[in-house]
């Protein structure tokens, strides 16, 4: 700044300068709570089967949301391999929160999105009313398998919202939880991952 400008500015009045700026242009994360319905309503016209939801508390403030667009539905549906991957993940900002992910793969072997939710936190109550949604929108699926880092309340959520589905641990926070268990062992981990691809309960053993 001193050089270009001429002006002296430190490193926290430029934060600010750049945080008040950025506000300006896209808005406070207030004001994007507060467009919500509406972002979810042209969702649903543009997109008609979009299955949306959007639950608030007895104050009327913000406590869950889900979408899965009906390209998506219509994708999975006709095209994709009945495995859905379900995680959350911590969001940053001064809201916080959990969002809630569930993708598939299909036959290129890349990353397809099916649905998406957010929450307050990682609760049975939370992931059961994303689970309920994502239900809605993938009804009843012949051999429909869930895989999930098996955490608590997703595997109450799964067991009470899929009951006829199995639900498998992703590998990789299986290895994940091995190794911070045993430390880096080489040896284990080739023994893990050549296990973890065995079809057979005989090669297994």
């Not at 490193?11 to 300006?24: F, N, P």
């Not at 900002?93 to 959990?98: D, I, K, L």
């Amino acid at each position: 700044m001193q050089r270009e400008f001429g002006i002296s500015c430190n490193y926290h009045k430029g934060y600010r300068a750049r945080h008040i700026t950025l506000e300006e242009v896209q808005g406070t994360p207030v004001e994007s709570y507060s467009i919500l319905p509406s972002y979810l309503y042209m969702l649903e016209q543009v997109n008609p089967g979009t299955i949306i939801d959007l639950h608030t508390d007895s104050s009327n403030r913000f406590m869950y949301m889900f979408f899965c667009l009906r390209a998506c539905i219509d994708g999975f549906l006709s095209s994709i391999i009945p495995v859905i991957a379900i995680d959350g993940t911590f969001l940053k900002g001064p809201h916080r929160g959990v969002l809630f992910v569930a993708v598939c793969m299909h036959g290129n072997d890349q990353i397809f999105p099916l649905a998406f939710g957010v929450g307050d936190s990682e609760t049975n109550e939370a992931w059961e009313w994303f689970l309920t949604r994502l239900h809605k929108a993938v009804v009843e699926v012949d051999d429909l398998v869930i895989v999930s880092d098996k955490k608590g309340s997703i595997t109450a959520g799964v067991e009470k919202v899929f009951p006829n589905s199995f639900h498998g641990a992703c590998v990789v926070h299986l290895e994940r939880n091995m190794v911070g268990h045993y430390g880096r062992n080489k040896t284990l981990k080739q023994y893990f991952r050549r296990a973890t691809r065995v079809y057979q309960e005989s090669q297994f053993l």
